[in-house]
């Protein structure tokens, strides 16, 4: 620091970190820009806003001197505090708002979050058009600006108990009206209900929702992109405005994201016929009779979940091989996915799918990246209709069980560059399914992330080949019994019962760089050269040391293992012997 | 085509226009001075041997899918592809590197921002303030009071 070319050289540096820290603090945790607030006045400045930027931790005691530099913030309440005041009067600038509350009542929403101050008497009386009559309530608050509705704000999510649900977008719309809430572009609303374990509590009645409320919410915030609703009854009105022809009138053709919970076709279809430009849609239907609908209205989907509440509405198992009722029971599934060619992801819950529907999705939708099927039934043969025919696809998440046979698959090319692979579990007896899922995940060179969630009928060849398996043995010599069983003819017994796991992370964290075999071999191939994370579940003890020593070695971006005991990204680095990424 | 570049010390780099065209103001200087391309594109921020990385950089990644301007910092959250060239190339000194984030920065090379910024993020990771300002010889001006405010301030945040 003493020549004049050093400080320059200082200084220059110091501008760099001024004007790029947002982009460098978006690579770092919270406590790393924390140290870096504590170096000096200088970098306090500069980092200080970086750290406050996105709150989603406890509010603080003061937010009078750093509210204004929160962006994003995510609250969670189970009952409303004094919090809530001090945000709402002091983070000014926020962009997005995460704000979830299951013990609020109606009137105190009002008045902490949308800062209603007095409350008209007789709440429970005033009906949805005694709301629209009353005088501009949030005028009544002129000194205090509220950061719940702020013109800055461009994204909402509220997660609230069916009281204040039932009121939310109607006091939404009227806080738009009295020049609130300007820079909306998302909207999230979700009924969030506690469900007590103790029997005598009543449970809140779920909250209901008209179609003509959302049609006027819609109408008074035009600008929104997204929108959303779940987990509540949307029904369309009763009486005299079922009279009214609802379908006319504007469309919202800003809306590419939707996410609704019709209670039946009709509602949807409503909401169908005025958004022309969805692109993303989500599904919580009540029946299962709104497939046509989509394809109608939905033809140029990128994105479709569709998930059922309940296994009551869901559909009947099919025979895999009775292709004959499949394709009678499916015909709108089938018939969906041959109009909806740009399908990049497509998720499903507890909803079975069949061979033939899988079939029709591979075929008609060549840009599938993505297919998640969780808490249901799948076909495997579907599934391995796929991974041969999808040659986009790079996400797969399964809930089934795969045997044998699955991986094997008459040993046909499975042509799909998968990058993650998430299954329920694996169960393999036979050598020549260990050999072949072996073989499929190490064809899978972009492979980042392999979870299975049940592992306990695998064997650790089948992730190591004969070559890993000998590097091993010779890695871990002093542990030869257990090693041995490496090489063991019967698949179900090659694990170790006696070593203690406890033994294995002392070694690990003592490690250093050392090994306590022999060294290292020069060069590795990697066989897995892209996996970043590797977790099977339920696997029992397992593990000479060297086992971890070698998929460290043979998979060169690891970040997290979990076999019998989990490393971190700390113990990987430090088996690999370097304690920061870049030196 | 080629396009020539100068750099602030008047050294001149002929390269292929496609490789210049990685930097943005490059790329938008040629569309604006598209009849005047005889004279090298001056570089005013920018040393020879930086100007020389940044090239050697653009070289290699002449053919990579462009970064899309408006994404967002949630997005680079995730992990960037970062390959075994890259580790090469970001094995030099620290100020060598911080002068590049500098270049890539008045030269818009967005891909080279993005791997300096994750260079810089992780010389900083894991470290403690004391280590931090032993690195970069920086004196420590609070007193305790004053740490121990912000400290107080912060307890109020932790997760």
Redesign the interface.
């Known amino acids: 620091?003493n020549s004049v070319g050093q400080q320059h050289?200082?200084q220059?540096?110091r501008l760099?970190?001024q004007?790029?820290g947002?982009?460098?603090?978006?690579?770092?945790?919270?406590e790393?820009i924390?140290?870096?607030?504590?170096?000096?006045?200088q970098?306090?400045q500069d980092w200080n806003p970086l750290y406050?930027k996105d709150?989603i931790?406890?509010?603080?005691?003061?937010l009078s001197?750093?509210g204004h530099l929160i962006r994003n913030l995510d609250l969670s309440f189970s009952q409303p505090s004094d919090k809530l005041a001090r945000v709402r009067e002091h983070s000014l600038n926020l962009r997005s708002l995460k704000l979830t509350g299951y013990g609020f009542t109606r009137s105190n929403f009002e008045e902490e979050v949308l800062g209603i101050r007095s409350a008209p008497t007789a709440e429970a009386e005033v009906t949805e058009e005694g709301l629209q009559d009353l005088e501009n309530p949030f005028i009544l608050n002129p000194g205090h600006r509220n950061a719940y509705l702020s013109n800055t704000l461009h994204s909402l999510e509220l997660s609230v108990p069916p009281e204040v649900c039932s009121v939310l977008l109607s006091r939404l719309a009227q806080a738009r009206r009295a020049g609130l809430l300007q820079g909306l572009r998302s909207f999230k609303g979700r009924q969030a209900i506690v469900y007590y374990t103790c029997i005598e509590v009543d449970y809140p009645e779920s909250c209901t929702q008209e179609i003509s409320n959302i049609l006027a919410f819609l109408d008074t915030f035009p600008e929104l992109t997204s929108f959303s609703l779940l987990n509540l009854n949307i029904v369309r009105d009763t009486g005299e405005i079922t009279a009214k022809p609802i379908c006319i009138g504007r469309e919202y053709v800003n809306i590419t994201k939707l996410e609704i919970c019709p209670n039946s076709l009709q509602e949807f279809e409503v909401l169908a016929t005025k958004m022309p430009n969805v692109v993303e849609l989500l599904l919580q239907p009540k029946e299962s009779n709104l497939i046509p609908v989509i394809q109608q209205h939905f033809s140029n989907l990128t994105s479709l979940s569709f998930y059922m509440d309940d296994h009551e509405y869901s559909y009947d198992l099919v025979d895999d091989y009775d292709i004959a009722s499949q394709r009678d029971i499916y015909k709108d599934w089938i018939q969906l996915f041959s109009e909806l060619p740009n399908l990049e992801k497509f998720k499903t819950r507890m909803i079975f799918m069949p061979q033939l529907v899988l079939e029709s999705l591979a075929r008609s939708c060549p840009k599938l990246k993505s297919f998640k099927a969780v808490e249901q039934f799948t076909s495997l043969l579907g599934v391995q209709f796929m991974l041969r025919c999808c040659t986009a696809l790079k996400d797969l998440h399964v809930s089934m069980v795969c045997p044998d046979d699955f991986f094997i698959d008459n040993h046909q090319p499975w042509k799909a560059p998968l990058e993650n692979l998430h299954l329920a579990e694996v169960s393999l007896k036979y050598s020549e399914g260990v050999d072949m899922f072996r073989k499929r995940i190490r064809h899978w060179t972009r492979l980042k992330s392999l979870r299975i969630g049940h592992a306990f009928s695998m064997s650790i060849k089948s992730l190591l080949d004969s070559e890993d398996c000998r590097a091993v043995s010779e890695e871990t010599r002093s542990f030869l019994p257990w090693t041995e069983e490496l090489y063991d003819k019967e698949d179900g017994s090659n694990r170790s019962r006696n070593r203690d796991s406890i033994d294995l992370i002392y070694s690990v964290s003592n490690a250093k760089g050392s090994r306590s075999g022999c060294a290292a071999p020069a060069v590795v191939a990697p066989h897995y050269p892209c996996l970043?994370e590797l977790i099977l579940e339920c696997v029992p003890k397992v593990s000479p040391e060297g086992i971890y020593w070698r998929m460290v070695d043979i998979m060169p971006r690891l970040r997290s293992l979990q076999l019998d005991i989990t490393l971190s990204e700390k113990d990987i680095l430090k088996m690999r012997g370097c304690t920061?990424?870049?030196t | 085509m080629k396009v020539t570049l100068e750099s602030s010390d008047g050294q001149v780099f002929t390269v292929d226009k496609e490789v210049a065209e990685l930097s943005v103001i490059i790329k938008e200087m040629l569309v604006i001075e598209q009849a005047n391309q005889d004279h090298p594109i001056p570089l005013l921020n920018v040393g020879a041997v930086e100007l020389a990385k940044v090239i050697e950089y653009c070289e290699h990644h002449r053919n990579d899918p462009t970064i899309d301007d408006d994404e967002d910092?949630d997005s680079?959250?995730k992990?960037i592809e970062m390959d075994d060239w890259d580790?090469q190339f970001?094995?030099v000194n620290k100020?060598m590197m911080?002068?590049l984030?500098?270049a890539a920065?008045s030269m818009q090379v967005k891909p080279l921002?993005?791997l300096g910024?994750?260079?810089?993020?992780?010389?900083?990771?894991?470290?403690?303030?004391t280590e931090?300002?032993d690195l970069?010889?920086?004196?420590?001006?609070?007193t305790p009071e004053e740490?121990d405010k912000?400290?107080w301030?912060?307890q109020?945040?932790?997760?």
């Open positions: 620091m050289q200082s220059s540096q760099a970190l004007e790029l947002c982009h460098i603090a978006s690579f770092l945790a919270p790393d924390f140290a870096c607030c504590l170096v000096s006045k970098w306090y406050w709150v931790r406890k509010v603080p005691k003061d001197r750093h970043e920061v990424p870049i | 910092y680079r959250k992990p580790k970001t094995i100020e911080f002068e984030i500098l920065n921002l993005h910024c994750r260079y810089a993020a992780d010389i900083v990771k894991r470290m403690s303030p931090i300002r970069f010889q920086i004196d420590d001006d609070f740490q912000i400290e301030e912060k109020w945040t932790k997760l």
